[in-house]
């Protein structure tokens, strides 16, 4: 981050993201305080500000998330070019396919998910809108470096590509490999590099301008390695094709690099 962020705009926020990253949604006053690093009265008074604001509640016990964030979240993504072009048909590869169907775009040095659908074969879902995750370790992420070069990435990612499992690439040149594998192919993996026991497959959705988002089908490794990938990764590329257009882009199949 850079520049400076006032005082109270950046408390509010950490209060804020405290309650986000809570596993329970919930946290006691005092949690806040201690998880925030404030005192116990500049924390009362930053959440009686927030509470008349309506963004956060409280039962008076347990304070949560307010009804005016889930407002200003939907109203963002109601607002989101990709969202909006890209969720019904989102939804409908998942309802076809049977595996969970994910849109993500770049934020910064990550990715952020726009869109989440199960279909009735997907596990429990452990992706939510708004989650961030590493651009390197998925296949969503791959998608999204593709037009850019490896010195591109390197001053995007920096040097260090951390590991999340065994499987993780964490090396630029190797990156470099797979991404020019990958766009020759239509379509990116990811094989167990951020989850174990996941597999992904990610084809990148373009406008005019080039590459803006991701959409992505996944399930568990087992299950994805029984069904035809070409079949699957065809019909991924076609609804990415088909976001595209609604996008822009006059030709929904680019001539490959």
Do not use: W
């Not at 006032?6 to 949604?25: D, F, P, W, Y």
Request: glycine share 10%; aromatic share 2%; proline share 2%.
């Amino acid at each position: 981050m850079t520049g400076e962020v006032h005082q109270g705009i950046g408390r509010a926020a950490a209060v804020l993201t405290a309650l986000g990253e809570s596993k329970t949604g919930a946290l006691r006053a005092s949690d806040i305080a201690r998880a925030i690093g404030l005192g116990a009265s500049t924390t009362a008074r930053l959440l009686t500000s927030l509470e008349e604001l309506r963004y956060v509640r409280s039962d008076g016990q347990l304070y949560s998330i307010g009804s005016a964030i889930l407002e200003l979240a939907s109203q963002g993504l109601n607002h989101n070019p990709v969202h909006r072009e890209s969720r019904a048909a989102a939804e409908e590869l998942a309802h076809r396919i049977g595996l969970s169907v994910n849109v993500g775009v770049r934020d910064g040095a990550s990715l952020v998910y726009l869109c989440h659908f199960e279909g009735e074969l997907a596990p429990k879902a452990h992706t939510m809108v708004g989650m961030h995750q590493p651009l390197h370790a998925s296949g969503l992420g791959k998608c999204l470096l593709l037009d850019l070069d490896e010195e591109g990435r390197r001053s995007l990612l920096g040097n260090d590509l951390p590991a999340y499992t065994a499987h993780t690439i964490t090396d630029h040149a190797r990156l470099t490999e797979v991404l020019a594998e990958s766009e020759l192919r239509g379509y990116c993996l990811e094989d167990q590099e951020l989850a174990l026991g996941r597999l992904s497959i990610a084809a990148p959705i373009r406008d005019a301008d080039g590459i803006v988002a991701g959409i992505s089908v996944s399930g568990r490794l087992s299950l994805v390695r029984e069904l035809d990938r070409d079949e699957l990764a065809e019909q991924l590329i076609e609804t990415a094709d088909r976001i595209s257009v609604g996008l822009g882009l006059i030709s929904a199949r680019p001539q490959r690099r």
